[in-house]
């Protein structure tokens, strides 16, 4: 289920869209899985000021521990795993492979919805989208079977 949404222009970088996503949930938030584009410390201190909040975004390449003598913040202590384990082992750990089930969703929206938006105006392409997302919602809803685990049953 898609719960927050934004539509930008080709100028807005991701992590500058942070903040107003989160604003969008209403229930307490566990953990924000991003990929790199969001690593750094605009899109940390944005979730760290909502509270206790688990981030998984791999550090880039490029990236160094932060050099402070606190504890490891959340990024220096991924940072410090993929060094000592690799990326592959790292992405395990924290589950990371989740996030491949958004970009399943967005696939999903792409090949239902369509690939792009045919509003013109930008107000309208911001209803378009809305519109999009509430009818694959619903589409995921529907069809989504709700499954019990039940113990067998020894004769």
Same mark, same amino acid.
Request: a positive charge; proline letters at 10%; aromatic letters at 6%.
């Given at each position: 289920m898609i719960v927050a949404r934004t539509l930008t222009d080709q100028d807005t970088d991701d992590?500058?869209? &942070?903040?107003?996503?989160?604003?969008?949930?209403d229930g307490l938030i566990g953990r924000v899985t991003a990929d790199g584009a969001y690593?750094? /410390?605009?899109?940390?201190?944005? !979730?760290?000021a909502r509270g206790d909040i $688990? &981030? &998984?975004?791999?550090p880039r390449s490029t990236a160094v521990i932060s050099g $402070?003598?606190?504890? #490891?913040t959340q990024r220096d202590q991924h940072h410090k795993? !993929?060094?000592e384990r690799?990326?592959?082992?790292?992405?395990?750990?924290t589950d990371y492979g989740k996030r491949s089930l958004v970009e399943t969703t967005m696939g999903r929206y792409k090949v239902? !919805?369509?690939?792009?938006? +045919?509003?013109?105006? #930008?107000?309208?392409?911001?209803?378009?989208? /809305? !519109?999009?997302?509430t009818v694959l919602n619903q589409m995921?809803?529907?069809? +989504?079977?709700d499954s019990v685990r039940r113990m067998r049953a020894i004769a």
């Open positions: 992590p500058s869209q &942070v903040a107003p996503l989160l604003d969008q949930i690593d750094g /410390a605009p899109t940390y201190g944005t !979730i760290a $688990e &981030v &998984v975004i791999p $402070e003598q606190s504890p #490891f795993m !993929i060094t690799g990326r592959l082992a790292w992405q395990k750990a239902l !919805i369509g690939p792009r938006l +045919r509003a013109r105006g #930008f107000a309208a392409q911001q209803t378009e989208a /809305a !519109i999009g997302i995921l809803a529907a069809g +989504r079977p």
